[in-house]
């Protein structure tokens, strides 16, 4: 059961389960114990959507998630209290240095598929807000938690980036469910959903156009 004395742990909770959070009078940082008990939340997260993964070889990578974790925790609170915050947002914002496999991926996005809310949020208050360009910059990294929200993804080699089979069919399931247009009709992928479909295209996506390399050029 989650309590009121882990106010990182509780944010998290909130916003995962019941999509509400709590606003703080200033810049919360977090202890040793909070952090492993945000840790033992996430792991027991990712085991239940690992369900759906159809595949018993991924792990939760606590590197990941804890670093994911902690960049939505600040991004809601800077998104309110920015009061002499300039300076400390390479450190409440810090980039991701560990290794970008399937399970770090997976393990982020329990948190980061929030960030797009943050972002629309901020770019609303103020286009030049320095946090929205750290925040895109990390989707942009991590896009599969950023499905659905415009990035700049044409550097991307997408047979490479969609080799692993639970991965792709996990981006593609999101890529349908958020209806994002733009990058069902970049060509590999827009190939990928059309197989998927099959005969029953019209059922799952009616308005998805069909699109093949030479009309793209």
């Keep these: 059961m989650v309590t009121r004395k882990n106010p990182f742990l509780d944010t998290l909770f909130q ?9 703080f009078s200033d810049i919360q ?33 606590r590197i990941s998630g804890i670093w994911a974790a902690k960049i939505l925790y600040h991004s809601i609170q800077l ?3 920015r009061n002499d915050t300039d300076k400390k947002l390479p450190q409440l914002i810090p980039e991701y240095q560990g290794k970008k496999e399937i399970p770090s991926l997976l393990s982020a996005d329990l948190s980061l598929r929030f960030l797009p809310q943050i972002l629309t949020a901020l ?19 991590f896009h599969y938690s950023g499905i659905g929200y415009d990035l700049d993804l044409q550097h991307i080699d997408w047979q490479e980036e969609l ?12 890529i ?30 009616r308005e998805l156009k069909i699109i093949n390399e030479e009309n793209n050029q």
């Design 163 to 174: 080799k692993d089979a639970v991965y792709r069919k996990l981006y593609l399931e999101r």
């Design 15 to 23: 916003l995962r389960q019941e999509e509400r959070i709590t606003v």
């Design 79 to 81: 998104y309110l209290i």
């Design 123 to 141: 770019y609303i208050t103020d286009p030049n807000d320095p946090l929205a360009g750290m925040l895109e910059s990390i989707l942009q990294k």
């Design 176 to 205: 349908v469910s958020k209806r994002a247009y733009r990058l069902a009709e970049i060509p590999y992928i827009n190939q990928l959903l059309i197989a998927e479909f099959g005969l029953y295209k019209d059922i799952f996506w």
């Design 29 to 61: 940082q977090q202890s040793v114990q909070e952090e492993e008990e945000v840790n033992d939340y996430l792991e027991t997260e990712f085991e239940k959507e690992r369900l759906e993964f159809l595949s018993d070889k991924l792990t939760y990578d």
